[in-house]
């Protein structure tokens, strides 16, 4: 699968968020920030160290709430937790650091973890996961203990772990920081062949290439 | 505006007031004595000025795990009915004593709220080091405020993994697992984080020991008084027959 066989932008909005202030009451980190993701679109989201990307990612899947404006997903505004539960099951977020997002003692169960989240039985879930490890190249590591993984290793069963999920929108923090060439190259790699709607967060603009995104700026807590 | 005349003890001197008043209020054993030690220490409280929203925190809490033993405690101890219900009986023996716990508990938080409350920890660590306590305890102590904030962090972290992942809990064998799991990612993760701190300290000197503190300036006159005074009063107070203050 190559990035030329993605699906071109259609007009339906997945993500979107309207004139958002979040962050401290004090000194809000958004100030009137508005995007929108449409199925299919690949957008990576440039901007300085303490700009909000990350707040703006976490805002877009109810982990942090807008002090003001206004969040969308999938057709609907999201206000109360309860609303974000299934956002999360279609938008689904790689934090910045692999080991804030590992949940289980071994790979198979930590990537089953999201399908069970889904009502899928344990076996089911367990398929699947094995199913989207082997997409990404990890077999052999199910039984592998997640805290003994290597960074790179870890960040690429973070990234099973939300993949194995069947997200329409993939949010990614940070996603090459602190990786080796090589893991870098992988993960690059990987998501070049995804057909979902892609927002990374990411100071490497050399993605806009690589990975055919289209570039969006974070400055002054709005979007440019 | 009188000035908070507590603050102006020595830190050691309100840690040894704290150790000498808690082990004369846990002795009395009427419940006109524990109520005046209560009086006492709601005074004590007074002149130290409190800020009133830590406070009034700090003591609600407290109160919560006390009625719990006040409404409890009469059921449990055999005694003289007071109330009956089906086959349980409330004791009034059991009233008293769940009321002597009550005041009791009361007196002592309150004294150390008065005492203590507008100290940080950092000066209750340099005054526990002039006392002699092992530096291990204190550093530990002093650790332990400081990752306070860093394991909340870690824990709410986890929870929004959780949460990322399309997790709700509900009552089914899933919750207790991934409960279990975030419990256990606390855990190593609070290990580990010690382990780079040590490492970091290493890396910055440390040799496993503690550097011994400066050298320990003597008791103010004022202080030595006000130890000498109320150490004579507990004495007194713990007597029992006509010598004590409770005859």
Redo the contacts between chains.
Sequence with gaps: MTSQEVAPASDARLLEMRDVHAGYAEAPVLRGASLTLHAGERLALFGSNGAGKSTLL?VL?G?VRPIQGSVWAFGRERTKE?D???V??KA??V?QDA???????TVLEDVA??P???GLSEDEAKAQAQRTLSELGLEGFESRLT?RLSGGEKRLVALA??LA?KPEALLLDEPFTGLDVKAEARVKEILAGLRLALLVVTHDVNVLDELTLEGRTLEDGVIL | MVPNPIARLDGRTRILLVLLLAITIVALNSLPSAGVAVLIAVGLLALSRPEPKGLSKRILAMEGILLGLLVTLPWVVPGTTLVQIGPLSASVEGLEQGGLLFLRANAVALTVFALLGRMDVTEVGAALAQLRVPVLLIQTLLFATRYVGVLSREAERGRDALRVRGFSPGTNVLTYQATGWWVGNLVLGSLDRAERALDAMKCRGFDGTFPSPNPTPSLPSLDRAVLAAVAVLALFASIRGPLGLWV
């Design positions: 976490r899947v982990l309860a974000f539960v299934s999360r099951q689904g977020l934090f080991d804030d997002q590992l949940v289980a003692p973890f999201g069970r989240n889904h805290h772990g939300v999920m």
